[in-house]
């Protein structure tokens, strides 16, 4: 199995497919980030963005590990550390002493012990541009996800390549899955990498969607599962989508109220052909209140495909 996407959707998965008895488990994970300690890092030292593959390597280790716990830490306060995570600093740390960011994710997996394999698309220091609905250029993926769906998004430079694991991985794989997670932000921009769409298109895996619950506001507000798929397949010509997984579960009341009331909806089941959609109960309310995917209910989902 082969799950490319970022940020927390892309670990919620792994959280859960880390239980199912894989032969082997990949996570590619786009290093566009610009917020945050991850952009703090990038602008400092210009490095790829650590904050969604640290996410990833937490999720795939064992959750109790004191060294787990530590790497997920986040320093308090406004000094120079204040909301830095102590593994985005490590991995920063373990950069500079490789010479090579892919080969210090390497490295922070075989630290925590995880399972499966985490890869950045590209060890390339990439950034997300794009143009707004009303022409403007707008650089990186905050502004990018806070301007209103964009007409197209591309990478800086525009040529970064795909690591060979990458391509190598998505070739041998049986099942690759995309998403959950932002579109443009997330799933996109490993689409954007030199080699991983045709990589794709030689792959022979089963090609598995997964829904995000929710419209994102400000990235894709007013679409459609049919309009995430016309995105992908945008940037991504050649991409069969097999399967698209979505959930079946409505929103509790005062949940998607408080949802509505920020920008967004339910992603509509509707604008979809050509593509089989296995609608099944994936909703979990945290107790913040926030929704997310149900690690283990995704993964048995996608075991049984």
């Known amino acids: 199995m082969v799950a490319l996407g970022g940020?927390?959707?892309?670990?919620t998965l792994l959280k859960g497919a880390k239980t199912l008895p894989l032969a082997s488990l990949t996570a590619v994970v786009t290093v566009t980030d610009d917020g945050g300690s991850s952009g703090r890092l990038r602008q400092e030292f210009g490095v790829p963005a650590p904050g969604d593959v640290r996410n990833c390597l937490v999720a795939l280790a064992e959750d109790e590990e004191l060294l787990t716990r530590l790497f997920a830490f986040r320093f308090p306060g406004e000094g120079p550390t204040g909301g830095h995570s102590l593994g985005n600093l490590f991995m920063i740390a373990l950069t500079h002493l490789t010479g090579d960011f892919s080969q210090a994710v390497r490295l922070a997996g075989e630290v925590l012990r995880?399972?499966?394999m985490v890869l950045p698309t590209t060890h390339a220091n990439v950034h997300l541009v794009g143009e707004?609905?009303?022409g403007r250029m707008v650089v990186g993926e905050t502004a990018i996800s806070t301007s209103g769906p964009p007409r197209r998004v591309a990478l800086s430079p525009a040529d970064a390549p795909a690591l060979p694991e990458v391509l190598a991985a998505l070739r041998q794989a049986q099942l690759v899955v995309l998403g959950p997670g932002s579109l443009f932000t997330s799933i996109i921009p490993n689409?954007?990498?030199r080699g991983v769409v045709?990589?794709?298109?030689?792959?022979?895996?089963?090609?598995v969607y997964v829904a995000n619950l929710v419209t994102q506001p400000g990235e894709t507000t007013g679409f459609s599962l049919g309009d995430h798929l016309q995105a992908l397949k945008t940037y991504a010509p050649s991409l069969q989508v097999d399967?698209?997984?979505?959930n079946s579960e409505?929103?509790?009341?005062?949940?998607a109220a408080r949802y509505r009331a920020a920008g967004a909806e339910p992603v509509a089941l509707e604008g979809v052909s050509g593509v089989r959609v296995e609608a099944r109960k994936l909703l979990k309310v945290t107790p913040e209140g926030t929704v997310r995917?149900?690690?283990?209910?995704?993964?048995?989902?996608l075991w049984e495909l």
């Not at 940020?7 to 670990?11: E, V, Y």
């Not at 399967?243 to 979505?246: D, K």
């Open 293 to 301: 995917h149900d690690p283990k209910r995704l993964a048995q989902a």
């Open 114 to 116: 995880v399972r499966g």
């Open 198 to 207: 045709q990589a794709l298109a030689e792959s022979r895996a089963l090609k």
């Open 250 to 255: 409505p929103l509790p009341p005062e949940v």
């Open 132 to 134: 707004s609905a009303d």
């Open 243 to 246: 399967v698209v997984l979505a």
């Open 7 to 11: 940020g927390t959707g892309l670990a």
């Open 191 to 193: 689409l954007l990498v």
